[in-house]
């Protein structure tokens, strides 16, 4: 009997904040579909922490993504999708994506050594540009990386930014409901801390129609009196417009961003998802597309946005 899998989709959209040019976006996303062996796909988030100090991050969040798009890729692959090897092995993917980030960013700069302003604003901080804590500390990000199986999902997680699960009930949840008290106040864990591993969250399960992961400029766009409820919602709508009009919800997602920024954080934001696509119209319950393609953008301007 021939297995026939399910359809799978895959999303980013990324857009410079109001108060960034689009030369100096800080954020990062990726989003791949397996080419062979699995079902499946992932969603990387980045997110460079910006400030003086951290005046390479742009190039760590890009970084992030590229080293946990190779692991998590060989990750899924090496563990077949099975739930107690995902469980068992997500620390250690967790400690090399951490490696994988600080060789990358010692080849950078052997590449691209500092330049003197930028040894300059060392000096500001007191940080020694021949120290690689301290060279790390220059291309700080978080980062969030989120996977879907037929039949597994997993999340890894440092830093602030948000990832939503949908379940195959139909209900969106956040996807790691453990907090992280020190993300407050501005502040943020990050892949140039010396305690990174202990710093990185995960979660995983099973059957689920769909993953997304952000950075906080989109999560901070929604009015969250609750608001987790709002944000996840709009996830939950997210889903049925690439169900709905798959050719045209990616590109209106796209257009839509730098609006939801201006009118919310005004900082970068960054969004991608893997969605399963024939289990999202099941639980959907939503008919065959009509002819006309839908302004996927009338929903976002009407929800739970900051306006």
Not at 88 to 106: F, Q
Not at 205 to 231: C, L, M, Q, W
Request: glycine share 10%.
């Amino acid at each position: 009997m021939v297995k026939i899998s399910r359809l799978f989709t895959h999303f980013k959209a990324v857009a410079p904040g109001s108060s960034h040019s689009e030369q100096n976006c800080q954020d990062a996303a990726e989003a791949v579909l397996l080419e062979e062996g699995q079902n499946a796909g992932i969603a990387l988030v980045a997110d460079g922490h910006g400030s003086r100090r951290h005046f390479r991050s742009a190039a760590g969040a890009k970084l992030a993504v590229e080293i946990a798009k190779s692991a998590m890729i060989r990750f899924i692959q090496d563990t077949g999708g099975n739930l107690k090897k995902i469980g068992e092995n997500l620390k250690p993917l967790k400690g090399h994506i951490i490696y994988r980030w600080r060789e990358a960013v010692l080849q950078d700069i052997r590449s691209h050594p500092f330049s003197e302003e930028e040894i300059g604003i060392c000096a500001e901080y007191t940080m020694n540009p021949g120290d690689e804590n301290d060279q790390a500390a220059a291309y700080g990000s978080t980062l969030i990386g989120a996977a879907l199986g037929e039949a597994f999902w997993f999340v890894i997680q440092i830093g602030d930014g948000e990832c939503v699960v949908i379940t195959d009930q139909g209900k969106a949840e956040i996807g790691i409901a453990e907090k992280d008290k020190r993300l407050a106040f501005g502040r943020t864990t990050s892949l140039c801390n010396a305690d990174a591993l202990e710093s990185f969250r995960h979660n995983f399960g099973g059957v689920i129609a769909g993953i997304t992961v952000a950075s906080d400029g989109v999560a901070d766009s929604f009015i969250r009196n609750d608001r987790e409820d709002k944000y996840t919602d709009f996830n939950l709508k997210l889903l049925e417009n690439f169900v709905k009009f798959p050719a045209a919800a990616e590109q209106e997602l796209r257009d839509f961003l730098p609006k939801l920024s201006a009118r919310g954080s005004k900082d970068d934001v960054a969004l991608a998802g893997v969605f399963d696509l024939d289990l999202g119209k099941r639980i959907l319950e939503i008919p065959p597309p009509p002819d006309d393609p839908a302004v996927y953008g009338d929903y976002c301007r009407s929800s739970g946005t900051a306006d």
